[in-house]
């Protein structure tokens, strides 16, 4: 959101916001140019006082993209950050929820893989314990 917005926010609410960074619709690939907007979108984030970040990024084969949301969270240090629902695209949901887990996330967005939360209950459940 435009500075303004988040900072507006903060103002109304008493609750932790989180703020997504997601330089465009659709996919989950990212060129060099978009994870260029996204640190700056992080650092902005982070200076008008964002509590949180939460972003997602995958390979072409449906995994995590590691070495990119590396270097992301080295840019959302210290604050928090949760992996949106990029998840639910994933090839297999409980290795790529081992790996965020290792690369120190600390939430995940997701639907279960499903069309919605109450439809992927199961997964959600499974990925819970």
Same mark, same amino acid.
């Not at 988040?6 to 659709?26: N, T, W």
């Not at 590691?66 to 992301?72: I, N, R, S, V």
């Not at 994933?90 to 120190?104: F, Q, R, Y």
């Not at 893989?113 to 819970?128: P, Q, T, Y």
């Given at each position: 959101?435009?500075?303004?917005?988040?900072?507006?926010?903060?103002?109304?609410?008493?609750?932790?916001?989180?703020?997504?960074?997601?330089?465009?619709?659709? *996919?989950f $690939?990212?060129?060099?140019?978009?994870? +260029?907007?996204?640190? @700056?979108?992080?650092? %902005? @984030?982070? %200076?008008?006082?964002?509590d949180?970040?939460?972003?997602? @990024?995958?390979?072409?084969?449906?995994?995590?993209d590691?070495?990119?949301?590396?270097? /992301?969270l080295?840019?959302?240090?210290? $604050?928090?950050?949760?992996?949106?629902?990029?998840? *639910?695209?994933?090839? *297999?949901?409980?290795?790529?929820?081992?790996?965020?887990?290792? /690369?120190?996330? +600390?939430?995940? $967005?997701t639907?279960g893989?499903?069309?919605?939360? /109450? +439809?992927?209950?199961?997964?959600?459940?499974?990925? @819970?314990e």
């Open positions: 959101p435009p500075p303004g917005l988040l900072q507006v926010v903060k103002q109304c609410v008493r609750v932790p916001v989180f703020v997504m960074i997601r330089p465009r619709g659709g *996919d $690939l990212y060129s060099d140019r978009e994870v +260029e907007v996204m640190k @700056a979108d992080i650092r %902005l @984030a982070k %200076l008008h006082g964002a949180g970040l939460v972003f997602g @990024a995958l390979t072409e084969d449906g995994r995590i590691t070495e990119l949301c590396t270097a /992301l080295a840019v959302c240090r210290p $604050l928090p950050v949760t992996f949106h629902r990029a998840f *639910d695209m994933v090839h *297999d949901p409980l290795v790529a929820l081992e790996t965020l887990i290792s /690369l120190g996330f +600390e939430r995940v $967005l639907s893989c499903d069309s919605s939360a /109450l +439809e992927g209950l199961s997964l959600i459940k499974r990925l @819970a």
